[in-house]
C-alpha cells in the first residue's frame, strides 16, 4: 500500500507572467490573458466584488463572455481582437482562442502540475531512463506539451478530433513538432483496451476526466460511474517501475480524499507516496485564492 496520502494546502500558479487573474466576484473573473482582458462567469466565484459596489459594472475588458439562461452563452468584445493568438509559460507556449463556452483552451492552474511532472521526467531522463506518458481525455494538449519538452515520449488521447488538432498546434508552437507525439482521436476507456491488447505499456499516466462526455462514437461518459473502471484498465498498463499518476479533476462533488483513495486502491502493492489536494490561482487585486479544481499525485 502506499503511504497515506499527503493533504497540503491549496498548491496555488503563481510563476505566470503571461496570465493574471486581475479580480473576480459576483460569480465573474477578470483576466488578462497577454495582451488581452477577458470576463468570464465562474461557479465557485460567491463572494462579493474587493471593493466594488453590489451590481456595480465591470470595466476594462476587451471580451466579455454573458451566460444566457437558456444555457451556454455568447461572447461581447469591445474592440476587435483575433480569433486567437499565443501565450507562454516559460519555454512552453499555447493556442488561445475564446470558444463559444466560455473557455479559451487553456487552464493556467495547472501549471502547478506541469512544473511537478516535468521535474520528475527530467530528473529520469537525466538517469539515463527513457520515460512514455500517456494524457487521457488530454484537451488542447498542454500537458502534452509541458511531458514531451521535459522529454517524454508522449501518447495524447481525446475523443474530439478539434481537440487533438489544437494539441498538434500547441506542441508544434512550443517548438516540439519533431518531438515523439502520438495524437489520437478516440475514446480513452476503448483506446486504453485496446493498448493492452497491443501490449502497450507506459511510465507515467495522466489524465483529466470530464464530469460528463461522450466518446468519439457517443459513448456516454460519467465520473462517478465510469472513473474507477478506466483506473483498473488503466493499472494494466504501467510499466514495472512507473514514475508517477495524475488525476486532475473538476467537480465539486468528488473530494481530494476521494482521488487519494482511488489512488491508494489502484497502485496497492507499489509503494509510493500519494499527495492530494486543491489547485488555484492568485487574485491580483485582493490577494484571495480562486479554487480551481483538485488532484491527486501518485509517485514512486
Known amino acids: 500500500m502506499p503511504a497515506p496520502a499527503h493533504r497540503p494546502a491549496l498548491i496555488v500558479a503563481d ?12 460569480g465573474m473573473k477578470r483576466e488578462r490573458w497577454g495582451a488581452y482582458t477577458l470576463v468570464r462567469p465562474d461557479p465557485q466565484i460567491i463572494w462579493p466584488r474587493h471593493g466594488a459596489s453590489p451590481g456595480a459594472k465591470w470595466e476594462e475588458w476587451d471580451g466579455f463572455y454573458h451566460r444566457s439562461e437558456q444555457g ?10 483575433p480569433d486567437h493568438w499565443k501565450i507562454s509559460y516559460g519555454a512552453l507556449t499555447f493556442k488561445i482562442h475564446p470558444t463559444s463556452f466560455k473557455h479559451t483552451g487553456l487552464f493556467p492552474e495547472q501549471a502547478v502540475n506541469w512544473d511537478w511532472f516535468g521535474a520528475k521526467i527530467k530528473a529520469a531522463r537525466a538517469a539515463g531512463r527513457e520515460v ?11 500537458a502534452t506539451v509541458a511531458a514531451a519538452a521535459a522529454g517524454a515520449t508522449v501518447c495524447h488521447v481525446d475523443a474530439a478530433e478539434g481537440m487533438v488538432k489544437w ?22 476507456l476503448k483506446f486504453v483496451r485496446r493498448e493492452l491488447k497491443r501490449g502497450r505499456k507506459y511510465d507515467a499516466i495522466i489524465m483529466d ?8 462514437t457517443g459513448e456516454m461518459w460519467k465520473l462517478e460511474d465510469h472513473l474507477w473502471e478506466l ?3 488503466c493499472r494494466a498498463l504501467l510499466t514495472d517501475q512507473p514514475l508517477f499518476f495524475l488525476i486532475n479533476a ?8 476521494v482521488i487519494a483513495n482511488l489512488l491508494a486502491e489502484l497502485l496497492d502493492g507499489r509503494g509510493g507516496t500519494i499527495t492530494a489536494g486543491e489547485v488555484g490561482l492568485p487574485v491580483k487585486a485582493d490577494g484571495k485564492v480562486l479554487p480551481c479544481g483538485i488532484y491527486g499525485r501518485w509517485e514512486a
Open 250 to 257: 473538476y467537480t465539486a462533488r468528488l473530494s481530494p480524499t
Open 231 to 233: 483506473l483498473a484498465e
Open 15 to 26: 510563476r505566470w507572467r503571461d496570465y493574471e487573474l486581475l479580480e473576480c466576484g459576483d
Open 167 to 188: 494539441c498538434r498546434e500547441n506542441v508544434a508552437l512550443s517548438g516540439l513538432a519533431d518531438a515523439p507525439v502520438r495524437y489520437i482521436a478516440d475514446d480513452c
Open 72 to 81: 451556454g452563452g455568447k461572447w461581447e468584445f469591445r474592440r476587435p481582437i
Open 132 to 142: 512514455s506518458v500517456l494524457n487521457l481525455f488530454g484537451y488542447t494538449g498542454a
Open 209 to 216: 476526466p470530464p464530469t460528463y462526455g461522450r466518446g468519439s
